[in-house]
């Protein structure tokens, strides 16, 4: 991404350290570099990235962190759909049994049906990573805000409800102006760390990537007529093992 594109997004260079072996660079916190382990995942880095660009010390970083990753945990066991604000939606799926094989063995298991947490880019994080939605996406976007529209819940069935300022105070304890500033630092840190192509990883909740979709033929979902939907990159989330234990 250029610079012009960070600068009109508001998105600092700030970042956490590169995931994977070849991890050895230091990146704009000047944060010591890890190998073999995913480097952003180790929570004291991820915290100190926070504290440099929000301005609050380590330990209330720390705090807000693991009460931000809390509440969103408490509330997609509890069914909802949940929003972090400037970054995206998470919603539960079911995803029945099935029959696959052991890769190893090729041996036939069975896999047990299970609650599945899904992520959904917003608008901002989007606009942030130039991804570029194909024209099927677009259609079924809209149709399904669409749908959706007026059903009455207090929370947004799109956008989910907010892990906001407010509900993060209460939670933490910590003052209404720190959390804000820690909402924004996080939406910097973890943006910025998916735009360089670096995963992001929050210990125990989950881990952001950017995943290439390749273009492909779909159909219209109004008439059924055959349309190419063009290659995109999207952010792929893969829940860690203690979310998906809350969830099922």
């Known amino acids: 991404m250029n610079n012009d594109t960070t600068h009109q997004t508001g998105v600092s260079r700030r970042a956490v350290l590169r995931r994977g072996a070849a991890a050895s660079a230091v990146l704009a916190f000047g944060l010591p570099a890890a190998t073999g382990q995913v480097a952003a995942g180790e929570r004291p880095e991820l915290v100190e990235a926070i504290a440099s660009k929000s301005g609050l010390s380590k330990a209330d970083s720390k705090k807000a962190l693991d ?9 997609l066991a509890a069914g909802d759909r949940v929003a972090w604000s400037g970054f995206g939606s998470f919603s539960i799926s079911k995803r029945s049994a099935r029959t696959g094989r052991n890769p190893q063995t090729g041996k036939e298991i069975e896999s047990a049906a299970k609650n599945v947490v899904r992520f959904r880019c917003g608008d901002e994080l989007a606009a942030a990573l130039d991804l570029v939605p ?8 809209r149709a399904r805000r669409k749908r959706r529209r007026g059903r009455g819940r207090a929370c947004d069935p799109v956008d989910g409800c907010p892990i906001d300022a407010d509900r993060l105070a209460r939670e933490t304890r910590l003052a209404p102006k720190a959390v804000r500033a ?3 630092a996080f939406v910097v840190v973890a943006t910025t760390a998916l735009q360089r192509d670096d995963d992001l990883s929050l210990p125990g909740f989950g881990s952001f990537s950017i995943s290439k979709r390749s273009a ?3 159909r219209n979902p109004q008439t059924g007529k055959e349309i190419k939907i063009a290659a995109k990159n999207v952010v792929k989330f893969k829940a860690g093992a203690e979310l998906s234990g809350q969830v099922n």
Do not use: C, S
Not at 67 to 75: M, P, Q, S
């Open 67 to 75: 009460g931000f990753l809390d509440a969103t945990t408490k509330a």
């Open 134 to 141: 194909g024209e099927g996406d677009r259609r079924r976007h």
């Open 182 to 184: 820690f909402l924004d």
């Open 216 to 218: 492909r033929t779909g």
